[in-house]
């Protein structure tokens, strides 16, 4: 029977410290899949056509290891911190499920290619260092689907099973249990899914599986001692995320507060329902009855590779926030925004080195490039506007030959339509003489004429906050079409009426 909805919870869940620990799948950037050559391009494929014997466990098979599965671990190990195993080796984990076509799965255990490592996060302005325990390699399930009719979790009268993303390359990430809210966990994964895509490690799509997340959370007893751990799967976005763990929260503080206790499960997030449910007993280790997988040579990766990877790291999310502040004089809130993406970083460099002033080009591409994009669901990669015509675009705003509305224009005009930046502003009608001198007293003169009661208001002193003056002022720059000078027109102004 389900629990209760989330709405349902009460002020008990702020009693106990809570503590949260995450295991986070990332899919990796291969072709291939991890033991053999079928395609990982899964998405979409009609089911079971991706496989071969090998990844279908017939017998008599044997794995070959994907080196560039190694390299990209590797690589994701070093941007969490982590230390390179020059020795590793994989393990059968056994268990009895249909989307394992060997009955047991090939993952690293006790060896692993990266121990240790952290990640800094930030939720609402608090930094905190999240520890990783370790980072291995393993191979992904198959899927399942259950059909039923009105698309719940429970129900179904039979299963299918495609074997298609069974193989594919995944590097699991376990953190330590240092996570104290869903906010945290939130940024946690934020943070990983930014250093995958820097990294070209992964794609990090939640959506289409690319990155998963299972959830440990338990609620410390009274002398400080951890409580019973319970795991949660089925969190498809950074929202289920949050909310299922919000949920379980709240229902393990009724459990408790009613006497009862935690059993030690394993639990899915209902979407739909925005519940938790109880899927099967949490196993141990012992349960999957590891062992040595005598079919694959252990993974050697000598000093000189490791040494070659390092090499071979781009600038990091983090270490490109602190140079875009210290180079070009940005503060928190832009470099956050301009570093969330590395295309969009990017993007923003080669319109620096095209001409364009740090401080307006950052302006610009957070605001306007931005808002374009996310009206017409475009990638920065995809953005017709190239990074010098955005440039020549902010030198004119920049030397006054056009304001900066008529510019927004412009760019919407250059986001839409395959012409030039000359032709734009030639269109735009903006290439007349700007309005100055005699020629915009005059327009101030018609906007004081129109507004009697707003010029008294001015004129008696009792626009304090200057609220009226900047009516008129966007009334000036509204007639004109922007081709005036916002200083110029507010000087034009305050001078009519003596403000």
Not at 81 to 106: G, T
Not at 190 to 203: E, K
Not at 259 to 275: F, N, Y
Not at 371 to 398: C, M, Q
């Amino acid at each position: 029977m389900a629990d209760s909805p989330l709405s349902s919870k009460n002020s008990a869940a702020a009693k106990r410290p809570v503590v949260i620990g995450l295991e986070v799948h990332i899919q990796l950037n291969t072709k291939t899949k991890l033991f053999c050559p079928c395609s990982t391009d899964y998405i979409g494929r009609t089911p079971n056509t991706n496989v071969c014997p090998i990844c279908l466990a017939v017998p008599g098979t044997l794995p070959l290891l994907n080196d560039l599965a190694v390299a990209l671990g590797s690589r994701m190990g070093l941007g969490l911190h982590c230390e390179i195993q020059n020795y590793s080796n994989f393990h059968r984990k056994n268990y009895f499920y249909p989307d394992l076509s060997k009955a047991y799965q090939i993952t690293q255990y006790g060896l692993t290619i990266a121990v240790g490592g952290y990640i800094d996060i930030e939720p609402e302005g608090r930094p905190k260092r999240v520890r990783v325990h370790h980072l291995h390699l393993e191979e992904d399930a198959g899927k399942l689907v259950h059909p039923t009719a009105d698309g719940r979790l429970t129900g179904a009268a039979y299963s299918l099973v495609d074997y298609n993303r069974g193989g594919v390359p995944l590097s699991e990430i376990v953190s330590e249990p240092d996570m104290s809210s869903p906010a945290e966990a939130r940024d946690y994964v934020i943070r990983l899914r930014q250093l995958a895509r820097y990294l070209d490690v992964s794609d990090g799509e939640m959506e289409s599986g690319s990155l998963r997340v299972d959830a440990n959370i338990s609620l410390s007893n009274p002398d400080g001692s951890l409580g019973t751990r319970v795991e949660i799967k089925n969190m498809n976005s950074l929202k289920s995320l949050e909310r299922a763990l919000e949920y379980e929260i709240s229902r393990q503080n009724k459990v408790l507060d009613s006497g009862g206790r935690i059993v030690q499960e394993t639990r899915l997030w209902d979407d739909a329902e925005e519940v938790t449910r109880s899927m099967r007993s949490k196993e141990t280790a012992s349960d999957y009855r590891y062992y040595p997988e005598m079919d694959l040579a252990p993974i050697v990766i000598t000093d000189e590779q490791i040494e070659d990877f390092k090499r071979a790291m781009p600038e990091l999310p983090w270490e490109k926030r602190e140079r875009f502040a210290r180079e070009f004089g940005l503060s928190g809130e832009e470099v956050a925004i301009l570093t969330e993406q590395k295309e969009l970083a990017r993007y923003y460099e080669e319109t620096i080195a095209a001409g364009a002033p740090p401080a307006r080009a950052a302006n610009w591409v957070r605001m306007e490039v931005l808002r374009v994009l996310n009206e017409t669901g475009t990638s920065i990669s995809d953005f017709p506007l190239g990074p010098s015509v955005l440039a020549e675009l902010v030198k004119k705003v920049e030397s006054k030959e056009l304001s900066s509305t008529i510019a927004k224009d412009i760019l919407d005009t250059l986001s839409r339509e395959d012409i030039t930046l000359d032709e734009a502003v030639k269109r735009s009608g903006a290439s007349a003489v700007r309005l100055t001198g005699c020629l915009l007293d005059e327009v101030v003169d018609r906007i004081c004429a129109a507004n009697p009661g707003v010029v008294e208001t001015i004129k008696s002193g009792r626009d304090k906050k200057g609220g009226k003056m900047k009516f008129l002022q966007g009334l000036v720059m509204k007639e004109t079409r922007g081709q005036a000078d916002p200083s110029e027109a507010a000087g034009s102004l305050s001078k009519k009426l003596g403000a």
